[in-house]
């Protein structure tokens, strides 16, 4: 909070003790809001934040009629001087109509990022009010600047202003739940998944086989995961499939012999998974 006129927003301030903090005047980097994401990455500053833009035809009125809540970035070398503001992701035509993106939280998750956008709907029975209709996406990005949305349907239930941190092994998100707060845990390298009730069946894209071959990060707790090798046109490889049951763990190893192992290394294949009441996280080179 810059000083009187006081307008909401983000502003520089540094501290020697982390409680006793000294503002930088002239240092406010976001808009007129109270909510952005700020991250670090190839020696600058990436902040996220809401912006609108103008909707004449708005479907439900709101308490900013005629205005659209959309996503913009801007980037600074020193939190000081600052690109404009730049819209880079808006609701698109596979989106419900009175779609709004509220907010974006951005952090980094394995070799890129990820973010939680909070979905915004107007309500049409509660007319120039601002609305109570929450949904919550996953999106993905390898560089915090193209993004993803291969999780649009699903809806996390739940948004955090905070960055997600390790806790007993898990990766958590702090929350406000029931008028407290709570978090949500997922297993490392876990917020995503393939899973099957019952007997289901994928093949992957082609890779190329790693010469130590591949594991799973997956659950077969309850159930059981097959994996079979093909190769370039699709026929299966003879000695190259691999059973899991009643397994659990980030790392499981495919068995192979060594000489079905060698003769992949290098090789473009596929793999053709069946499972039943199992999740796969991820396929990683084995350890």
């Not at 806790?167 to 407290?180: E, N, P, R, V």
Request: proline share 7%.
């Amino acid at each position: 909070q810059p000083e009187p006129p006081a307008e909401a927003g983000a502003m520089l301030a540094t501290s020697k003790d982390g409680i006793h903090w000294e503002k930088r005047p002239g240092t406010v980097f976001t808009e007129h809001n109270d909510a952005y994401s700020l991250i670090a990455k190839d020696g600058e500053y990436t902040v996220y934040q809401t912006a609108l833009e103008p909707w004449p035809d708005k479907p439900y009125p709101d308490n900013i009629d005629k205005f659209k809540r959309v996503l913009c970035v801007r980037t600074s070398p020193d939190l000081v001087t600052w690109t404009p503001q730049e819209i880079f992701l808006r609701p698109d035509k596979d989106d419900a109509p009175e779609t709004e993106f509220y907010l974006l939280k951005v952090f980094a998750y394995g070799e890129g990022y990820a973010g939680l956008i909070m979905k915004y709907y107007g309500d049409p029975n509660a007319p120039n009010k601002h609305s109570a209709i929450l949904k919550h996406e996953l999106i993905v990005s390898g560089d915090a600047r193209d993004w993803q949305r291969p999780y649009r349907d699903t809806d996390l239930g739940f948004w955090s202003y905070a960055d997600p941190f390790m806790s007993d092994g898990m990766l958590h998100f702090a929350i406000w739940k029931d008028g407290g707060m709570a978090t949500v845990a997922y297993r490392k390298n876990g917020l995503t998944a393939v899973t099957s009730e019952r007997e289901g069946e994928f093949t992957t894209r082609a890779f190329t086989m790693p010469q130590r071959g591949i594991a799973l990060n997956a659950d077969a707790r309850d159930g059981w995961i097959e994996v079979q090798v093909l190769d370039e046109s699709g026929t299966p490889v003879e000695d190259a499939q691999s059973r899991i049951e009643k397994k659990d763990g980030a790392s499981i190893p495919l068995a192979w012999s060594a000489k079905t192992l060698a003769s992949l290394a290098g090789k473009s294949c596929r793999l053709r998974i069946r499972m039943e009441k199992a999740m796969i996280y991820s396929i990683e080179i084995a350890p």
